[in-house]
Each structure stands twice: as structure tokens, then as C-alpha cells.
């Protein structure tokens, strides 16, 4: 198992184009230090989601839904005035904006009005969040779900750890689904090989086979242990990291 608290976006191979981010514990938290990584490394980053996220705290956005027509914001352009969050305090060589249409009685963004794969002809990383959790750590996919958009370049599926060991019923969203996938009852322990049995079932059936896995929040495990039994479960291998939102 690679376990980094570095540069994620190495880590996970991110390379130009669409990335969608799936899955549960850290999706909003990994779009955004993806975005900054890949900002810090010259690129031009556009962070937005497929379904409905909150706006990412500390990134300029469009706000509108118009198209977006303008140049993405660049360092040294205050976007609000006095504003002193992380880009614009210059410690950026690239560029960050976010987009989507606001929702006032959710405040919520849903996805851009221009279409993504537009987008992507000219930002060289549109970083995309493409399904919800309720802030759950684990989850099971519906069948309407993830949203992922067509010439997807990468797909990051992250997984909570703070769920695993605990009651199914208590951490994962949609435990109905999940325990149909595993074979387990609601009061079961979302055990790690429980959670790559149902993992491994939806990457067959999503035919993302491609898709990294990232294993978050791998500092709040008791039983350091259960990280390297979900990737031995799982079959393949895990990024593991202890991302702070």
C-alpha cells in the first residue's frame, strides 16, 4: 500500500483532461487539494461537480450561469477584496476557478452551464466531483449514480476509513444497497473486506476498472491493520492518506 501526505496528484496519476471523483470520506477535500497541486505546478485548474457540491471554500468562482466566458482567475487578483485565502496569497504559479450554477436555498452549485468536455478544451485539469455521500464515509452506488462525464481522462474513487469496523446501518449511505452487494445485515460491521467485496462488485458493474483507489482518513483507525486487509480484499492497489477538510 503507497501511503503519502504529499503530492496526491502524483500519487494517483492525474494526468490532463476530466477527473471524476466518486465515492465517500474526503471527495470535496481531495478536489481541492487536487486543485491546488496541480494550480502550484503550473496548470490551469477548473473544479466543479456533475451533481450538486457546496462551493469550495477559498476558491473563486463564476457564480453565474452564464457561460463561462472569462480567463480563470490568476494569482495576484484579489477576488474579493482583502480576501487573504491560500491562492491568492500568491502561493500559486498557475491558475484556480470554480463553476457551476448556485442554488440560494441550498447553496449548492450544480454543474456548469457549458458543457464539460468545452471546458476542458481550455483548462488543462477540470477536477469533477460526480456523486454525494450525506457526509457519510462509505457508501453504495444507486443505479443513476456516479455521474461521470463522457472522455472522463481519470476516475478517483475514494473510500472513508473512519467507516470500517462499525455498524453498516450507521456509516454508509445506502446501507439497503450495500449489504444486497455483500451479503451482510444492517447491524453487520462494515468490515474492510465487507467494503472491497461491494467496491469491487460496483467497479465491475460501473466498468471502472481504471479507476485509482484512495483509501482517506487512515489516521483515525484503531486497528492500523484494516488499511492493508481492505487492499488485500480488494485486489489490487491503495493510495492511502489522512486528508484534512
Not at 456533475?50 to 477559498?58: E, K, L, Q, R
Not at 444497497?177 to 465491475?204: H, K, S, W, Y
Not at 479507476?211 to 482517506?216: T, Y
Request: hydrophobic content about 40%; aromatic content about 4%; glycine content about 10%.
Amino acid at each position: 500500500m503507497e501511503t503519502t501526505s504529499g503530492n496526491l496528484a502524483s500519487a494517483l496519476k492525474i494526468e490532463p483532461g476530466i477527473t471524476a471523483i466518486i465515492g465517500s470520506g474526503g471527495k470535496s477535500t481531495l478536489l481541492k487539494t487536487l486543485g491546488l497541486e496541480l494550480m502550484r505546478g503550473g496548470g490551469r485548474a477548473l473544479l466543479c461537480t456533475t451533481t450538486h457540491m457546496f462551493p469550495v471554500a477559498g476558491v473563486p468562482w463564476d457564480g453565474s450561469s452564464r457561460r463561462l466566458d472569462a480567463a480563470p482567475w490568476k494569482p495576484g487578483a484579489l477576488h474579493v477584496p482583502g480576501c487573504t485565502c491560500e491562492v491568492c496569497a500568491g502561493m500559486s504559479r498557475g491558475s484556480i476557478c470554480q463553476a457551476g450554477v448556485l442554488d440560494p436555498e441550498t447553496g449548492k452549485l450544480s454543474s456548469p452551464a457549458e458543457p464539460l468536455d468545452q471546458l476542458a478544451q481550455r483548462f488543462d485539469y477540470v477536477l469533477a466531483e460526480a456523486d454525494g455521500s450525506k457526509r457519510l464515509p462509505l457508501k453504495a452506488h444507486a443505479a443513476w449514480e456516479p455521474v461521470i462525464p463522457a472522455a472522463t481522462a481519470n476516475v478517483v474513487w475514494v473510500v472513508g476509513a473512519s467507516g470500517l469496523g462499525k455498524p453498516v446501518a450507521e456509516i454508509v449511505h445506502r446501507p439497503e444497497i450495500f449489504c444486497e452487494r455483500c451479503g451482510c445485515e444492517p447491524t453487520d460491521a462494515a468490515t474492510p473486506e465487507r467494503v472491497a467485496m461491494v467496491l469491487n462488485a460496483e467497479l465491475q458493474m460501473l466498468n471502472l476498472n481504471n479507476a485509482r483507489i484512495m483509501l482517506n482518513q487512515v489516521d483515525t483507525l484503531a486497528d492500523p491493520t484494516m488499511a492493508d486487509r481492505f487492499e488485500a480484499a480488494l485486489g489490487r492497489s491503495v493510495v492511502a492518506t489522512s486528508l484534512k477538510g
